[in-house]
Structures are given as structure tokens and as C-alpha cells.
């Protein structure tokens, strides 16, 4: 009588562990961008509660009564949650939301910038005086020109 053998052999399980190594290898990195993307979404949420309320004055508004920078209603020089460091405007109402607690250099006090545009294919950008009493016809998000987020770091919804 042959005995049948049963089980796997030495290399059989070596090669295995070796495509669980590799796809392990793989995984990691992308898991962990993804989970900064995560955190990015809520420093984007932030930004966004600007928006509304920079919509509502450009709508209702006259270019006499036209806010200064910082002067919109919605900023916050304070962290506003764990992941926001501080939401700053412009005369024109372009929203500048900086990152914190992110755990990374390639965020933490770095920004991102959500801007009004008074055309749909974003070629032209709101003026406080020309543009009151219109809407704002699109939003554009991304990174801030200077001191941006990575654009690898924003949800795609925000890579300008």
C-alpha cells in the first residue's frame, strides 16, 4: 500500500506568507493616507459652514456694507474641533481652513482655501465690489497657495 501525504509542504506555506507579506506591504501605506483623507474631510467641513454663510452676504448683501477679511462671520481664530487649527477669510471671502492633530508634518499647520467664484468654469473670483446682490455661481477647494496640504492628503472633492 502508498501512503497518501496530507498537508502542505514547506515552501507551499513560504510563498503564501510571502504574497500576505507583499500585499500587507501594499495595504499599509494606502490605509493610512486614506485615513488622513478621513481627517482632511472634516478640516474641509469646517470650511464649509463659511461657505454658506459667505453665499448669504454676497446674495443679500451691497457693496456698502461689503465685510473686511476676517470680517464674514464664520472664522474662528481658535481650534474649532480636533482637527482644525483656525478658519481665517478674505476681503473677497475666500475661506482658509488650517490643520492640526493630523499627525503628520505634511499637514499640521498647513491650510487649504475654498474659494467663491462668480462664474461657472471658476475663472473669475468673487468681488465684494461687483458681486453683491448676485450668487456665488461655484466653489473651488484645494490646497492654499502658499503653506498648502499636500493635494495626495484631500479628499477628491478638494484637489482644486
Known sequence: MIKMQKGF?????????????ILAAIALPAYQDYTKR????EVILAAGACR????EVYQSGTSASAPSANGWGCESTSATSK??????????????VTAQ??????ID??????TPYSDVTAATIMSPSNDFGKAVAV????PA?????PAKFLPGSCRG
Open 83 to 96: 482637527y482644525v487649527a483656525s478658519i481665517t477669510t478674505d476681503t473677497a471671502g475666500t475661506v482658509t
Open 109 to 114: 499647520g498647513k491650510s487649504i482655501t475654498l
Open 139 to 142: 466653489w473651488k477647494c484645494g
Open 52 to 55: 454658506t454663510t459667505i453665499t
Open 145 to 149: 497657495t502658499s503653506n498648502g496640504v
Open 101 to 106: 492633530g493630523i499627525d503628520t508634518a505634511l
Open 9 to 21: 509542504t514547506l515552501i507551499e506555506l513560504m510563498i503564501v506568507v510571502a504574497i500576505i507579506g
Open 38 to 41: 478621513a481627517k482632511m474631510s
